[in-house]
């Protein structure tokens, strides 16, 4: 009896562990295959946006939501500034040439489309460019990042890959 017990136990520690990293990992990640994706190139890569400060998508993030989801969204705003970039992806460093060179390596999918506005002003359109890491594996040997991170760039300085 005891043993039958013990083993009981054990299966529902195990169930509830696994079930537990399921919704941890779930968390982690936005399931975003019911988002309409085109894949783009960058055209100029000046117009990225590198610091996001609180406020910034105040005004724009119900235009953004409609596209996205709020799980999205939420994803899109803490990981769409160079804070929560791999270093790699915010080289400032290297020459010009070098990180245009790299980063159009990148496998960059456009998920999101708004006008921007802040401050009650409107501004350029930007879009929302997820970088996911499967796909993006061999972009740099020694760089890895969990999912995906997101850049907001210009419309107009993107291409949809056909």
């Known amino acids: 009896m005891k043993q039958l017990i013990v083993t ?3 299966f529902l520690l ?4 696994v ?5 941890a990992t779930s968390a982690l990640f ?3 295959s019911g988002i309409e994706k085109k894949q783009v190139k960058v055209t100029n890569w000046g117009s990225r946006a590198i610091y996001i400060m609180g406020g910034y998508f105040k005004e724009t ?3 953004i939501v409609s596209q996205t989801g709020e799980a999205l969204f939420e994803e899109i705003e803490n990981k769409c500034s160079s804070a929560a970039w791999p270093a790699a992806l915010n080289d400032m460093d290297s020459e010009d040439s070098i ?5 159009n390596r990148l496998k960059l999918y456009r998920i999101a489309t708004y006008q921007h506005k802040f401050n009650g002003n ?3 359109k930007y879009v929302i460019l997820e970088v996911p890491y499967v796909g993006n594996e061999d972009w740099d040997a020694n760089v890895k990042w969990e999912g995906s991170v997101y850049f ?3 419309e107009k300085d993107i291409e949809v890959i056909p």
Not at 14 to 17: E, G, I, Q, R, S
Not at 19 to 23: H, S, Y
Not at 99 to 103: I, Q, S, Y
Request: aromatic fraction near 6%.
């Open 61 to 63: 993030k119900d235009e």
């Open 122 to 124: 409107v501004f350029d």
């Open 152 to 154: 907001i760039i210009k």
């Open 19 to 23: 079930e537990a990293n399921t919704l």
């Open 8 to 10: 009981v136990i054990a």
């Open 30 to 32: 936005t399931d975003t």
């Open 99 to 103: 990180v245009t060179a790299k980063m």
């Open 14 to 17: 195990f169930a509830t562990t």
